[in-house]
């Protein structure tokens, strides 16, 4: 490589990194909610607090969410046969970041839940909870979609918790 195309390879670099802070708080502008997605695998359980969670389809009922492909657990829940998705209620936002540091085991640790028929956790409060059977994993850059077919699922009326521009905010009565 000549000496201008590392110079104009390195500004590139550069350009990349603002454009991906820029486009990070672009995107921070849509409020989503917050979920917990769960996953035995191995003989375990695994979860992760994510805010990718949307609804692919009513029939057959199918929703996803993304899980990026350096997370810890990200072979445990795109080889597992399925995943659960805890939508969380507005006053649950510490185990809403809970399920962000830890070792597997100590993510449950202290964490009101009930075991699902299929084996799976879900978190006790929750405004919502969807029950799903892996149907698909689609790569997507540095995240893996995982679409599930919804298998059994329960809701209830208080608000949600949410998240807008990296500030968690209830949604909704």
């Known amino acids: 490589m000549r000496k201008t195309e590392t110079m104009n ?14 486009l990070k708080r672009a995107m921070g502008c849509f409020a989503t909610g917050i979920a917990v ?3 035995q695998y191995e003989g375990g359980d695994f979860g992760m607090t994510c805010n990718s969670f ?12 993304s899980v990026q492909k350096t997370a810890s657990s990200h072979a445990a829940f795109t080889r597992s046969s399925g995943y659960s998705v805890s939508l969380l209620a507005a006053d649950q936002r510490d185990i809403a970041m809970h399920f962000t540091r830890g070792t597997p085991a100590e993510r449950f640790s202290g964490v009101a839940t009930h075991r699902l028929d299929s084996g799976r956790i879900v978190v006790d409060g929750a405004v ?8 698909n994993v689609v790569p997507a850059g540095d995240h893996d979609v995982l679409i599930g ?3 059994d699922f329960a809701s209830n009326d208080r608000p949600a918790l949410g998240y807008l521009r990296g500030q968690f905010m209830e949604l909704g009565a």
């Open 9 to 22: 390879a390195d500004a590139h670099l550069n350009l990349e990194t603002l454009n991906h802070a820029a």
């Open 37 to 39: 997605v769960t996953t």
């Open 54 to 65: 949307n609804t692919v389809s009513l029939d057959p009922p199918m929703v996803l969410w």
């Open 128 to 135: 919502a909870w969807f029950d799903c059977a892996l149907d």
């Open 149 to 151: 077919r919804v298998l």
